[in-house]
């Protein structure tokens, strides 16, 4: 992205925990490593988008929401990876946009526009058990 696109803004921004949920998309983009509050990232640009992958964690993803918004100025970011399904039947591969991601540990949900059913997040990889109880305690589609 060059310092006229910066200026004005990203069109989109992206952020993955793991690059290999998005790195076959990120072919042929230029990589900038740049820092923000006090950590480095790598950032993947290319034509008015920029792409980062956050690590695991909400304080990993929220560092890396925080960085390219206060770098890029993107009209939209996405949040975007693997997760568990919980709703039984629901192919690999599905793309899940949820109207509500729900957090387990705390309860807090945050409401997304145009998404459908939920997103339920927890801090540890679900078993199968765990996840029967997830989606019977929250009806979400799906696990992060």
Request: net charge positive.
């Amino acid at each position: 992205m060059d310092a006229a696109q910066e200026a004005s803004g990203a069109s989109l921004a992206v952020v993955a925990a793991l690059h290999r949920e998005i790195g076959p998309w990120l072919k042929n983009w230029t990589v900038a490593d740049r820092e923000h509050g006090g950590r480095r990232f790598r950032f993947f640009e290319n034509s008015g988008r920029v792409a980062v992958c956050a690590g695991i964690g909400a304080s990993a993803a929220r560092q890396a929401t925080e960085a390219v918004i206060a770098l890029y100025h993107p009209r939209r970011v996405l949040s975007v990876g693997f997760a568990g399904a919980l709703q039984h039947g629901l192919p690999v591969g599905t793309i899940v946009v949820p109207a509500r991601v729900i957090d387990a540990q705390d309860g807090s949900r945050t409401e997304v526009a145009g998404g459908n059913g939920a997103l339920v997040t927890v801090a540890n990889v679900a078993s199968p058990e765990q996840k029967a109880r997830l989606y019977a305690a929250y009806g979400a589609q799906a696990v992060d």
